[in-house]
């Protein structure tokens, strides 16, 4: 089994910043695509960003040039650094982890983001 662990959620005002990190554990052998993605309110889950285990990034284009994702391989561990936020950023924020036929889900953490 695979175990992910989110942190860095909170409220933050419009032009803000957050940082946002998870915790991948367990069997992580074969974890090739980390990612995140977001639920807004009434909204379905969408992607946020993915980075490869070899290093090659996705941003969905609503968050091109705010938001930053990146690894520690050595921590196993995800970050997503969020920039210029905005209130339409206001989300549950979940961490995901891929293995061939498989996608792993964190809890989730809110960032509610105030105008």
């Known amino acids: 089994q695979v175990q992910l662990v989110e942190s860095g959620g909170g409220l933050v005002q419009a032009g803000g910043s957050l940082r946002l990190s998870c915790v991948v554990s367990g069997s992580i052998f074969g974890i090739n695509t980390k990612g995140w993605y977001r639920q807004g309110p009434g909204k379905q889950r969408e992607l946020v960003a993915t980075?490869?285990?070899?290093?090659?990034?996705y941003y969905a284009d609503s968050v091109k040039g705010r938001f930053t994702i990146s690894s520690s391989n050595v921590l196993n561990t995800v970050y997503l650094q969020m920039n210029s936020l905005k209130p339409d950023d206001t989300a549950v924020y979940y961490c995901?982890?891929?293995?061939?036929?498989?996608?792993?889900w964190g809890q989730g953490t809110q960032v509610t983001v105030s105008s």
């Open positions: 980075i490869t285990s070899g290093g090659n990034t």
């Open positions: 995901a982890a891929d293995r061939v036929g498989t996608r792993y």
